[in-house]
């Protein structure tokens, strides 16, 4: 039972198309995060979200737009793809904000 | 100045050596401190969880934390193949949920 997933896995698309990443959680957990590794590896927070309500928004374009649903989803959406938006999108949970965070396994973004 | 600091290696050992892996910090607000494992094309799994300074231990790893020095530290006995993988520490502050990576350490462990 996959704790935390996404999906799709790998993404290939063309700059100025729109896509979205979904992301589903079945911990139970009412945090949820979006993180960016770029290509040297580097996690980035994106943004968090406590029972369905957004608390963090790092420096990130208007271009991505995350929705949750409900406790257990988080989808990421991205208009006008560009080159430098190629990385792997990595979705977390945790029970609280004092948790340790529990990702899932990543969508590998292509931009092309 | 980066808020955590890690050498990104590679660092390589034969099997079942002692590996020390290292990380700095420099915000003294940070009070949660994590290890995280990630295999290649795998998210990061959470390995080790401590709270202020002191050790930790679970089966071969140990994780310590100084916080006068703002040091962190994950040692691992007997090493193993399978422990090959990027170490990823992370701090946290109390009531702010930004975890703050470190950019990783590359493990190679050769039979």
């Known amino acids: 039972d996959t704790a935390v997933s996404q999906t799709p896995k790998y993404l290939v698309t063309q700059m100025g198309n729109d896509k979205s990443i979904k992301c589903e959680q079945n911990l139970g957990h009412d945090t949820m995060y979006w993180y960016k590794q770029d290509s040297k590896k580097f996690l980035k927070i994106m943004f968090s979200y406590n029972n369905k309500e957004l608390i963090i928004n790092e420096t990130v374009p208007n271009r991505f737009s995350p929705k949750s649903p409900d406790k257990a989803h988080l989808n990421l959406h991205i208009n006008s793809l560009e080159l430098g938006d190629s990385a792997v999108y990595f979705c977390?949970?945790?029970?609280?904000?004092?948790?340790?965070?529990?990702f899932g396994n990543g969508t590998r973004l292509t931009v092309t | 100045q980066k808020e955590v600091e890690q050498d990104p290696g590679p660092l390589s050992v034969p099997e079942g050596a002692i590996v020390s892996l290292n990380c700095t910090y420099s915000n003294s607000a940070f009070q949660y401190f994590m290890w995280y494992r990630q295999y290649s094309r795998k998210g990061p799994e959470l390995l080790m969880y401590t709270y202020s300074s002191g050790n930790k231990e679970d089966g071969r790893f140990t994780a310590q934390v100084d916080k006068s020095s703002k040091y962190i530290s994950l040692f691992i006995r007997d090493s193993q193949p399978s422990d090959s993988a990027t170490y990823l520490c992370a701090t946290l502050n109390s009531g702010y949920s930004t975890l703050t990576f470190g950019k990783g350490t590359m493990l190679l462990v050769s039979p």
């Open positions: 977390a949970s945790s029970q609280d904000v004092n948790s340790p965070l529990h």
